[in-house]
């Protein structure tokens, strides 16, 4: 889940704040301070995230396009200018382009909005975007909500009390409202100081950045792991189950299937598994001191000589082809399994499948699945040639049940033509004659469709007719026996009209041999 | 996401009225002049359908698509009118197919054109339908008992689609004020029983059908709140293709469905075999499909095509042909249901099959320029087509720290190959569902948790931390002991495990021991031997709860395991008179075996030793002549406790010991021929079993172990 800092970087930023004592700090000051923070958080506890920061005053500016380089995001937010008014709109436009082009509009964002809360006035103020955001076109829309899923977190570098002051606190619910994503506003308590923009961004990295720790197990065997990115809360149906689901600490395998069964089912969500050391202690807030540091490597070390069970699960899902099926919570599960990237290194990966307690039709309902071992004879065969995935519907779908359709008139000439192509290779055909005739007796019975029966019995009776001398003398015996009963279908009589009724041959002296075909 | 929407209950309300007996005008060719016919021959005339005929077969086309996408949660209850109504299906989830519907209706026929029009009414549908919309579905009542104290989070809201003839636009303004007095009759009717459910909103979609050339008596309205609870809009359309268009892009918007075109598939020329034209494909399935187009703005690229004055539109996706193997995990995003268009057409049914049979097809954006970017994939599952949506933008999970650069990424010996094996044990298959079905009354996953639990309860993810797992001869009671129960003969196959193994370390058989991380020689044959026992005991401890039968396997274990030599020398006293009557034979030949089946080092110590060696050998014999442990024991102990002097002789050269290591590897590889390990000093008699049959039957009538 990328993120993008979108920092104010107006002239009101560089208000100064009034500190008794100390060297004078701008709101900007404190702005940078809270976000040295934040970066330096995700630097040691969050490494994998792609940040992006963006500068905006009335206009805007990518400072640091998407990356994993902390340091370069520090450097560039100590090199920040100052420019003119706040221009909110354009900013957020300018933050929807840049993660669509980056990201595509799937991928999930959150973006941390910085600002001391002086939104502007006049044109291009958060005020009046507000205001004439429902008179405009199609081609001006307001840029909220993004066309990803986002988070928007505000963080303000002003106190409750003075926002109150003006309307400022509602423009930035409704942005939050319109935002649609959920997020939160942060303000700062108390004194403007270092001490407060430090708790304000604490609460941000425990509610947005704390990393998602779980056990995984298969059995007895375990293992701790950060699952990467954070698995987000899901809301199956806002009417029925409005409460967000979220995943287990407890991640639980309940058994193996193949890669080609499982066969690129879809997925919610993608996340690295990546298993940590059991006693590492993690450090709160920043990153630790030079010792501290060298602490934790040498403890990785020692982690990565003591065999771990991510390592080995990986190593065997890589061979054998497989994934693991892993319960994430009741009736929801995913699955595990080595992905590897373009430059040969592979990695342990968990996909979430929708909620549910039978998110892929062609396994069935998750709960019925079990160990091959109970089955009678085993599934996958003695040879291991067999499968019993994937699992058949009760209903075949019409293109596979071989429907009549006659919509357009060609579809009523093929099936027309197919009877006749049949009609002069009897007695041959004699099984198909009548396949095709008894499907196209059901539809017109079921369509209402009677002329067509009389129009295809006058086609089979003058068929009879052109019939050649060297013709088997069954054809005319069938033809004309067909064309009669097509006939007496049309009237409507229920003994000859019944849907579940079949035209079957007229048994005659030359077809004897035939019968037992039929 | 919400599953009650309008969406869940359809009822189709078709006229079946008098007047829809009416040609609807516009004729089929049936005979169609193939070439090779004579030429004197008259075509015979075409046929019309009937504005009923039109009607019902639109609506099964409308109800195909439907099944085809949804074959579960979204219902159709349909219903035909004339004198009085006629249900045809229930909203039963069994109900729900085209088959069914078909046979019901070949039941009802054509309108009878003789009947008296005063009778006929499209009302006795409409009034049925909206009891039939109060009437609890099978989901909504699983919800709603799932819910139990929230169920009224449980809506109840449905849609009528009622096609017909009607008189004139009063007609239809009677008609709906009709649908909105039942619905309120029928709410009130609801309220009062736990087996019907109040409307909370329905939605009215009249069809007004009409023979082609007439001038229409109705005019089309959008949508229109006509209460709080029913919306209505009427559609005035001609009979034949234009209704079945209408109906196509009314499941289209009534199940949030979008079009998607295939271009560019080759399919071979019926005539020409070896050329093949490219065709296109038209498919339908949930919009969702399209999201990404939809939220870039891109809906409208190069290749999508608007018809129908821009009411219908398809997004095309070009076949791509180096096609994806089933063993690929792609990343993909949503799986979507298909239903073709035109499902009987060649081009429809060639890729229907394609897919059918197995194959997968990768689908390509088409774009003026730039790379070209794989964004769908058609694939059947089980008889099912689904459009899957695959990733095609930037992953943020790119570059991540290799697994062998974490927790555990330096340890190179993992049992990959035995958890592999474990994993196709563990390998899940569908059962059906019945509630007599679950052993022992668990679902089958908890039992497969189960499985999983008692298959991982003594598993060392390392090689050089297990001993046992590592032994050929240990894999039949490995593999039997995880099982829940054990019969009769796996239990004796346990105990012959274990006796084979107390025939290995009798004649002292090297152990896959690793000795990775250690240097020298390692533990001495004897540790190594109790190091493996005691890893076996421990295996087989953890399955003891499984019943009588584990409890014997590991008394089998314990009784035959060998032990420190001091316990042993107590336990010995104890068991020599039951090894006396067990193996009275065997002795002798094992102590033979003994001095030669040893490693060439040893056996070259043994061969300097053996002056030494004999008489303890002897006395060792004369105390215990028949228990064959402490032979195995006390010969390796003397020779152990005569190293140091042997040391002191004389260092061996480094020719000995690289000798000694490289035979001592290669023993591990293969089994030593007999010939070999029978042999005296490097010779062996061959054809010794002739001289036996010759010469020594009668010795060999007493033998009880042959």
């Known amino acids: ?518 | 996401m919400k599953m009650f929407s309008f969406s869940h209950k359809t009822a189709f309300v078709v006229d079946h009225c008098p007047y829809m007996a009416e040609s609807c005008r516009q004729q089929v060719e049936f005979d169609m002049l193939t070439k090779n016919r004579s030429q004197g021959v008259i075509p015979l005339a075409p046929v019309s359908k009937s504005l009923w005929t039109c009607a019902v077969e639109c609506s099964m086309e409308y109800c195909r698509i439907l099944y085809d996408i949804y074959p579960t949660k979204k219902l159709v209850n349909y219903i035909v009118s004339d004198s009085e109504f006629h249900v045809l299906n229930s909203w039963n989830q069994e109900a729900q197919n085209t088959q069914e519907l078909m046979s019901a209706l070949a039941a009802v026929g054509p309108p009878n054109p003789h009947e008296d029009p005063e009778c006929c009414s499209i009302l006795h549908g409409l009034v049925a339908a909206v009891e039939s919309l109060c009437k609890v579905t099978e989901y909504q009542h699983q919800a709603r008992t799932q819910l139990m104290d929230t169920a009224e989070r449980v809506c109840n809201r449905g849609r009528i689609v009622c096609l017909t003839n009607a008189k004139s636009d009063t007609h239809v303004r009677m008609l709906e004020d009709c649908v909105v007095e039942t619905i309120l009759e029928q709410n009130k009717l609801a309220a009062g029983s736990d087996r019907l459910m109040q409307i909370q909103q329905c939605e009215l979609v009249l069809i007004h059908t009409y023979p082609l050339g007439e001038d229409t008596l109705v005019s089309d309205r959008p949508k229109k709140e006509i209460s709080p609870v029913l919306s209505s809009e009427v559609h005035s359309v001609r009979a034949g293709r234009h209704l079945a268009t209408k109906l196509n892009i009314l499941v289209q918007q009534h199940f949030d469905l979008a079009s998607t075109t295939i271009t560019n598939i080759p399919m071979k020329e019926e005539q020409h075999a070896n050329t093949s034209a490219n065709y296109d494909v038209e498919l339908l399935h949930h919009r969702e499909a399209h999201m990404e187009f939809i939220k870039s703005g891109d809906l409208h690229p190069a290749g999508s095509t608007s018809r129908d004055s821009g009411l219908k539109e398809t997004v095309t996706l070009k076949w791509c042909t180096p096609r994806t193997n089933s063993v690929e995990l792609h990343y993909c995003t949503g799986a979507y249901r298909i239903s073709p268009v035109d499902v009987n057409s060649r081009p429809s049914s060639c890729l229907t099959n394609f897919l059918l049979n197995g194959r997968s097809v990768l689908l390509e954006q088409p774009r003026k320029s730039g790379s070209k970017i794989i964004s769908h994939m058609l694939s059947s599952h089980g008889g099912e087509i689904f459009l899957h949506v695959l990733n095609s933008t930037r992953s943020t999970l790119e570059d991540p720290p290799s697994i062998s650069e974490g927790c555990g990424g330096r340890v190179t010996d993992y049992r990959i190959t035995d958890f592999g094996e474990l994993m196709r044990e563990n390998r899940l298959t569908p059962f059906p569902e019945s509630p007599a079905s679950g052993v022992s009354g668990k679902v089958p996953l908890e039992r497969a948790k189960a499985q999983l639990e008692r298959h991982t309860r003594y598993w060392p993810m390392i090689i050089s931390q297990t001993t046992i797992f590592n032994m050929q001869a240990v894999v039949p009671l490995a593999n039997l002991i995880v099982k829940e129960g054990l019969t009769e003969d796996d239990v004796l196959t346990c105990q012959k495990t274990v006796y084979n193994l107390v025939d290995m370390e009798r004649k002292n058989d090297p152990l896959p021991v690793s000795t990775v991380g250690t240097r020298g020689k390692g533990p001495k044959r004897d540790e190594q031997y109790r190091a493996m026992w005691n890893e076996l005991e421990a295996l087989v401890r953890t399955h003891v709860g499984g019943g009588d039968r584990h409890t014997r396997v590991l008394e089998c274990v314990s009784a035959c395991r060998s032990r420190p030599p001091e316990e042993e020398e107590r336990k010995k006293r104890g068991r020599k008179r039951e090894d006396k009557e067990e193996k009275p034979e065997r002795n002798g030949k094992d102590s033979e075996a003994e001095k030669t089946w040893q490693e060439p080092g040893e056996r070259l110590k043994g061969a300097l030793e053996r002056e030494k060696e004999e008489p303890v050998e002897s006395e060792v014999i004369k105390d215990s002549p028949d228990s064959p442990e402490p032979l195995n024991k006390k010969p390796r102990l003397t020779l152990e406790e005569s190293q140091p002097p042997e040391k002191a002789k004389g260092p061996m050269s480094l020719l000995t010991l690289w000798t000694n290591r490289v035979n001592t590897a290669n023993s591990r590889k293969h089994q030593e021929f007999a010939g070999r390990i029978n042999s005296v000093n490097n010779r062996t008699e061959l054809y010794q079993h002739l001289k036996d049959e010759n010469g020594m039957e009668t010795t060999e009538n007493g033998k009880t172990n042959r």
Request: proline share 6%.
């Open chain 1, 1 to 518: 889940m990328p993120t993008v800092v979108l920092m104010d970087a107006s002239l009101s930023m560089t208000r100064p704040v009034a500190l008794e004592g100390s060297e004078e700090f701008q709101r900007k000051n404190l702005a940078i301070h809270g976000l040295t923070m934040l970066f330096e958080h995700m630097a040691t506890n969050y490494r994998l995230e792609f940040t992006a920061l963006v500068a905006f005053s009335s206009l805007w500016e990518v400072m640091v396009p998407f990356t994993r380089d902390y340091n370069t995001l520090q450097e560039a937010l100590s090199n920040l200018e100052d420019y003119d008014k706040t221009c909110l709109e354009s900013a957020l436009q300018g933050v929807s382009n840049i993660v669509q082009q980056e990201w595509g509009s799937a991928c999930p964002c959150q973006v941390v909005l910085v600002t001391d809360g002086s939104l502007g006035i006049g044109r291009g103020s958060l005020r009046h975007s507000l205001a004439t955001m429902k008179q405009r076109g199609d081609d001006k829309k307001f840029p909220l909500p993004f066309p990803f899923p986002a988070k928007l977190y505000i963080m303000c570098i002003a106190n409750a009390e003075e926002l109150q002051s003006s309307d400022t606190l509602d423009n930035l619910e409704q942005l939050l409202i319109l935002s649609a994503g959920g997020g939160q506003i942060f303000t700062m308590e108390g004194q403007l100081c270092l001490k407060s923009v430090q708790s304000m961004f604490g609460k941000l990295i425990d509610q947005a950045y704390t990393p998602f720790h779980a056990v995984l197990r298969c059995g007895n065997l375990s293992s701790d792991v950060q699952v990467f990115p954070r698995p987000e809360p899901v809301v199956i149906d806002e009417e029925v189950e409005p409460t967000p689901m979220t995943i287990l600490t407890d991640l639980e395998i309940v058994g193996f299937i193949e890669i080609g069964d499982i066969s690129s089912p879809p997925v919610l969500s993608r996340h690295l598994v990546l298993p940590i050391a059991v006693n590492k202690e993690v450090d709160e807030v920043g990153a630790g001191t030079a010792e501290d540091a060298e602490e934790e490597s040498s403890t990785n070390q020692m982690a990565g000589k003591s065999p771990n069970f991510c390592v080995l699960l990986h190593g065997s899902l890589k061979v054998e082809g497989m994934v693991a099926l892993v319960q994430l919570g009741p009736e929801w599960y995913g699955m595990l399994y080595s992905q590897a990237d373009s430059k040969k290194k592979s990695n342990l990966m968990m996909s979430l499948f929708e909620p549910g307690p039978e998110p892929l039709p062609w396994l069935g309902k998750m709960s019925q699945l079990g160990p091959t071992s109970d089955a009678k004879e085993n599934p996958y065969g003695e040879d291991d040639t067999k499968s019993p995935f994937p699992l058949q519907p009760k209903n075949k779908r019409s293109y596979a049940q071989n429907v009549t359709v006659w919509i357009k008139p060609s579809g009523l000439q093929t099936d027309v033509q197919k009877i006749l192509r049949n009609a002069r290779k009897l007695p041959e055909k004699t099984q198909t004659f009548y396949k095709e005739l008894n499907r196209l007796r059901k539809a017109a019975l079921a369509f209402g469709f009677w002329e067509l029966l009389k129009g295809v019995a006058e086609l089979l009776e003058r068929e009879c007719t052109l019939l050649p001398d060297s013709a088997h003398p069954d054809a005319a015996f069938q033809l004309s026996h067909a064309a009669q009963q097509l006939k007496l279908a049309s009237t409507g009589d229920s003994q000859y009209a019944a849907f579940e009724h079949n035209i079957t041959p007229m048994v005659t002296d030359f077809s004897g041999g035939d019968r037992d075909r039929m």
